[in-house]
Nanobody, 123 residues
Framework: QVQLVESGGGSVQAGGSLTLSCAAS????????MGWFRQAPSKEREFVAT????????YYADSVKGRFTISRDNAENTVYLQMRSLKPEDTAVYYC????????????????WGQGTQVTVSS
């Protein structure tokens, strides 16, 4: 059974940094893409970043481009999201997800999801 477990969330002030981790119970290399999504209260889940199987292709939402960096360590079966220059609008529950078929940005493409980790950014 595939399990994705996020960690690293917390509360920071605007301008601060956090690094989220997503540990998989299976080889992350078995996923065509690994992505991060987020959901703020009363809002739909939105795409944040995704990374290809090899790690060579990465894609970011415009709202986080230049501030967030996604990476993966297939040897450790872990995916990371480094977040810098955090803003109050980055406050959300962040989810890790895996897609075994494609490299995309739509949440419904992703087959496996973690339980989420809360990130709160205060002004």
């Amino acid at each position: 059974q595939v399990q994705l477990v996020e960690s690293g969330g917390g509360s920071v002030q605007a301008g601060g940094s956090l690094t989220l981790s997503c540990a998989a119970s299976v080889r992350t290399g078995s996923f065509y893409a690994m992505g991060w999504f987020r959901q703020a209260p009363s809002k739909e889940r939105e795409f944040v970043a995704t990374i290809s199987q090899s790690g060579l292709s990465k894609y970011y939402a415009d709202s986080v481009k230049g501030r967030f960096t996604i990476s993966r360590d297939n040897a450790e079966n872990t995916v990371y999201l480094q977040m810098r220059s955090l803003k109050p609008e980055d406050t959300a529950v962040y989810y890790c997800a895996g897609d075994r078929q494609r490299f995309g940005v739509r949440p419904d493409y992703y087959d496996y999801w973690g339980q989420g980790t809360q990130v709160t950014v205060s002004s």
